[in-house]
């Protein structure tokens, strides 16, 4: 056993064993025999205990009674919020595990026991891999299909009549099902094998590819929307600019852009932007909007969504109500907004551009 298991399975056993403990020692009483003393100043407390006790029942007994109530009731909420962190921690890795499990049988099939291209001297096919596992990347870091189902499900009204839609760095198809809920012909493609695999495993229609290939061999005007969240970042200058004007060649006339992306301007961001090391750049939303505009998309719309909870960021100071304050309250507050916007900002922004 590792380190880490054995230190789990430590700490699970001690838990255990406080938690009976605490079952033992919640159930207290006024009632409650008293305790023996040892030796002749025992035996001659005893008496004088059993006198008193009588006399400061009525004192004593309904603090023990409220205490015996706390304690079973905090008996019962560390037991439930157990629980609960139980089973959103099983349901988290066991939803990790099967997609692992996927990818390995998939590699299974697809290798059929032969001797991987590259151990025969042999090029990879294209598209390269990415240099990290993104597969188990996104399975760890993301967030769950649902949580990103729930996130992207505010574009579908955007797509409403655009078919047929292209969905870019598709990754497990979230958004790709949201579109079939709706009734809107779309495609995806992606250049993660497993991501692709994993679309195809719940009939998706998926290719894949490298995104600026698979754009080029379309014909132009042939989209009527195209959706990329969480993809730009991932582009270098050149092939950034050369996605903008393929889309823009590929999308009908009335034809959408979503562009989703992580906001720069949001301290908070920056974190979960740094975890990614297939990050090229972060881009200002100024930025994305001028070289969407060279692009060819006249109309432009940046959208500014995912604000850290309330909880999270800078509450304003209260100053006593007297005038001599009204001046220093109105720049407290000030700071505090502008704080507040800076490093507790929208994570993300949505590009929406139209041909």
Not at 248 to 256: D, E, F, I, Q, S
Request: overall charge negative.
């Amino acid at each position: 056993m590792s380190g880490p298991e054995r230190g789990d399975g430590e700490r699970r056993a001690r838990g255990l064993r406080d938690r009976e403990r605490a079952e033992g020692l919640w159930p207290v009483t006024a009632d409650r025999a008293p305790l023996r003393g040892r030796g002749l100043r025992g035996g001659l407390t005893a008496p004088a205990k059993r006198l008193v006790r009588p006399l400061v029942r009525w004192y004593v007994a309904p603090l023990v009674d409220a205490q015996r109530e706390f304690n079973d009731v905090t008996l019962k909420l560390i037991d439930d919020l157990y629980e609960q962190l139980e089973l959103r921690t099983d349901d988290r890795l066991l939803e990790e595990l099967e997609e692992r499990i996927l990818r390995l049988e998939r590699a299974a099939r697809a290798s059929g026991g032969a001797t991987p291209p590259a151990a025969r001297g042999e090029a990879p096919p294209a598209p390269a891999a990415p240099p990290v596992d993104y597969f188990a990347f996104e399975a760890r870091m993301r967030g769950s299909r649902d949580d990103i189902r729930d996130r992207q499900r505010r574009y579908v009204a955007d797509f409403a009549g655009a078919a047929r839609v292209l969905d870019v760095g598709c990754g497990r198809g979230e958004f790709l099902s949201l579109l079939r809920e709706a009734g809107i012909a779309a495609t995806g493609v992606d250049s993660d094998r497993d991501m692709v695999e994993l679309c195809r495993a719940e009939d998706l229609a998926v290719e894949h590819d490298d995104a600026l290939g698979y754009l080029e061999r379309l014909d132009d005007q042939s989209l009527g929307g195209v959706f990329a969240a969480q993809v730009v970042e991932h582009l270098r200058p050149g092939p950034l600019v050369r996605f903008l004007e393929l889309v823009y060649a590929k999308l009908r006339p009335g034809g959408v852009l979503v562009a989703e992306t992580m906001n720069p301007l949001s301290f908070v961001a920056l974190k979960n932007y740094f975890a990614d090391l297939t990050h090229a750049q972060p881009l200002v939303p100024e930025t994305l909007v001028m070289l969407a505009r060279q692009a060819g998309f006249t109309s432009t719309e940046l959208r500014f969504l995912n604000p850290p909870p309330d909880e999270e960021r800078l509450r304003p100071a209260v100053l006593p109500a007297d005038t001599a304050f009204d001046e220093a309250r109105v720049a407290l507050d000030a700071n505090v907004a502008r704080l507040n916007e800076v490093v507790f900002g929208p994570q993300d922004y949505a590009l929406v551009g139209r041909r």
